[in-house]
């Protein structure tokens, strides 16, 4: 089994991996150069999130798109769209996260991609809580 390293040692002590949540989420990132082209779409590897009663305040705020079944367990769907340009610096896009008043709520990891000064990325969060 494959070992995953955060690239930021206080993360690990408060994130859960997903597999080990009721919640299943999916972030889709592109990223447009400073002319709007699209040079690149990128998906996580991995994905973990908060188990606190932030990530419930903040789902509470998204309005639910639509209800899914999925694995024989009924879902509702809340998407969140962040957009950022990014700084030039010498390393590569390593991570995402969603925030809720400055709290990592949602976190993505497992990427690699060299940014450039002026790129634009929106992160599209698709986020599936369970209907008991």
């Not at 990223?31 to 040079?39: F, G, K, N, V, Y």
């Not at 509702?76 to 995402?96: G, P």
């Amino acid at each position: 089994m494959p070992q995953i390293v955060f690239a930021d040692d206080d993360l690990r002590k408060f994130l859960i991996p997903m597999q080990d949540s009721n919640y299943v989420i999916f972030a889709q990132m592109e990223i447009r150069d400073s002319s709007e082209q699209l040079t690149a779409v990128i998906i996580p590897r991995s994905y973990y999130y908060l188990d606190h009663q932030l990530t419930e305040k903040l789902l509470d705020q998204v309005s639910v798109k639509e209800k899914i079944f999925l694995n024989s367990r009924n879902y509702e769907l809340r998407e969140i769209t962040t957009e950022i340009t990014l700084q030039e610096n010498n390393h590569f896009l390593d991570r995402i996260s969603l925030t809720h008043n400055s709290n990592t709520i949602f976190y993505g990891t497992d990427l690699g991609y060299a940014i450039a000064e002026g790129d634009k990325l929106t992160t599209k969060w698709k986020i599936l809580t369970p209907i008991d």
